[in-house]
């Protein structure tokens, strides 16, 4: 696959996109179903879970971006909803029950209605970053433009700058 995303929900792992409208689950028996197809064939997906719903946000397609998020419960059945704009390469994870998105300089968090609100910007664009949570706050790092700098937020969506990596990570 090719850039596609992955995230769990509901006790299945899901994976989807990689040029794709396809997504496939496996559960704890490692049985694949295949999911409802996504609403637009697309790589460079960002998979996120709430806790509700296991998120595929964003992507490209021939070049052109999308805001297109394609949401799955736990049973599998699909809804959908959209970034605030266009993106390819996001980054998210999930704090408390809510996913927490980050597109270029700009971060959203979903929570379990699927409810999105932007939260504090990011200090500059960063397009390819990873994230991860630890102690409840989400933390993102890196990406291209050659940024050092780390950003946190906390469960109450309160932005922290940290100490910046010792090295540009692209």
Request: proline residues 1%; glycine residues 10%; charged residues 15%.
């Amino acid at each position: 696959l090719q850039s596609h995303g992955a995230t769990t929900i509901g006790g299945y792992a899901l994976f989807a996109g990689g040029n794709y409208v396809f997504g496939d689950a496996y559960d704890k028996n490692l049985t694949q179903t295949a999911l409802a197809s996504l609403s637009s064939e697309r790589y460079q997906v960002c998979g996120v879970s709430n806790g509700t719903y296991a998120l595929f946000c964003g992507g490209a397609n021939n070049n052109s971006s999308t805001n297109a998020v394609d949401a799955y419960n736990a049973s599998l059945s699909k809804t959908t909803s959209t970034l605030e704009a266009k993106t390819r390469r996001a980054a998210g994870t999930r704090v408390g029950n809510h996913a927490v998105v980050q597109q270029a300089n700009v971060v959203q968090t979903f929570d379990q209605s699927l409810t999105r609100v932007r939260i504090a910007d990011m200090p500059h664009d960063r397009i390819g970053a990873e994230a991860t949570t630890v102690n409840n706050h989400a933390i993102f790092a890196g990406g291209y433009y050659g940024t050092k700098t780390v950003v946190a937020y906390d469960a109450s969506f309160t932005q922290k700058i940290l100490d910046s990596l010792i090295v540009s990570r692209e």
